[in-house]
């Protein structure tokens, strides 16, 4: 199964999916996590324009649909801010459950761990998702998680339910 994890900056993507990951692992299964940063760092450069974030994410559902085509589960945590990307990579996978990780745009500049937002309000990131460039909310995602109202063991369960509904679909 491939679990995608969209959200904006600050959502909660990444500790969603290493909290899952560290479960699923503990379990015993074989489980692999995409970062969207991770993959920036260690990937040829990219920018931040359409077709960039566009490769950026078609490049790590690649990846993730080859995993899982090899017995992995992976759990991807990426803005991926555009539908029709999330839609190509949703094509290539057997199983793909789609989590928008639905945290407010107030919300995610108050925790701003990286401090991306504050270097937007001072102008030094135009284009930012969310602020100044689309965030295209999922229209239909199988599991909707907003981070405000849930503790992350209560978000976590929440995410591991969904995963086993959506296997026993």
Known sequence: MVIWLTGLSGSGKSTLASGLAERWAGDGRRVEVLDGDVLRSVLPPQGF???ARA????????LASRLEAHGVEVICALISPYEEDRNWVRAQCRQFLEVHVATSLETCRSRD??????RVGRGELPGFTGVDDPYEAPKCPELVLDTEGLDLSCA???LEAAAHRRRGA
Do not use: F
Request: hydrophobic letters at 35%.
């Open 49 to 51: 324009d359409r077709a």
């Open 55 to 62: 490769r950026n994410v078609r490049t790590a559902g690649w």
């Open 113 to 118: 761990p990286k401090g991306l937002y504050a």
């Open 156 to 158: 976590l369960d929440t």
